[in-house]
Every structure is written in C-alpha cells, then in structure tokens.
Nanobody, 123 residues
Framework: QAQLVESGGGLVQAGVSLRLSCAAS????????MGWFRQAPGKERTFVAN????????YYTDSVKGRFTISRDNAKNTVYLQMNSLKPEDTAVYYC????????????????WGQGTQVTVSS
C-alpha cells in the first residue's frame, strides 16, 4: 500500500522560509513523477510544482516561480518543497502527490496523495 506523508508545515511570518518534505513508501519512488498542490481556505486545490522521475525537469505555477523550489532524493524516497519569501497568500494545506505518468498540473493524473500539512503565513 503506497503512502505519502508530508511534514514541515507550520505558522510563520511573511518573508521567512519553510521546507516541506514528503516521504513515500510502498511504491517504486524513482518511477513516479511527484507534485505539490495546495488548498487555501474556501478554495479548490491547485497545482504548485512538479518534478519528473530523474529530477531533470521541474514545473511551477506562476505565483511561486523564483520563490519555491521542488527537489527529490530518490535514495531517500523523499520529495521536498523549499519555500522562500513566504507571503500570506501562500497560506494553505499543502499536499504531495505521486504520478505514474507525467502528472504535471492535473489532479486526476496523480495516483497517490498525502494527507497534507498546514502552512500559515502571517503578515
């Protein structure tokens, strides 16, 4: 049974950094594209970032380009989201997801999801 477990969320002030981690088990991690999504209060879940199997390609939603960095360590079965210069509008529950295909921007392309970790950014 595949499992994704996020960690690293918290309550922070605007301008600081956080690094989210997502540990995967029960799947061949290096065969999966990994993505991060987020869901702000009262809004739908949206795409944040994606990284391909060998980490040679990454994709970001426009609002986080230049501030967030997605990376992965296939030896540790873990994907990361480094979030710098956080803004109040980054407040959301952050989810990691695994896709046997390309994944990219579409929720339906992902096969497994974590339970999420809360990130709250105060002004």
């Amino acid at each position: 049974q595949a499992q994704l477990v996020e960690s690293g969320g918290g309550l922070v002030q605007a301008g600081v950094s956080l690094r989210l981690s997502c540990a995967a088990s029960g799947l061949t991690f290096s065969s999966y594209a990994m993505g991060w999504f987020r869901q702000a209060p009262g809004k739908e879940r949206t795409f944040v970032a994606n990284i391909m199997w060998s980490a040679d390609r990454t994709y970001y939603t426009d609002s986080v380009k230049g501030r967030f960095t997605i990376s992965r360590d296939n030896a540790k079965n873990t994907v990361y989201l480094q979030m710098n210069s956080l803004k109040p509008e980054d407040t959301a529950v952050y989810y990691c997801a695994a896709s046997k295909g390309f994944g990219l921007f579409t929720e339906g392309a992902y096969d497994y999801w974590g339970q999420g970790t809360q990130v709250t950014v105060s002004s």
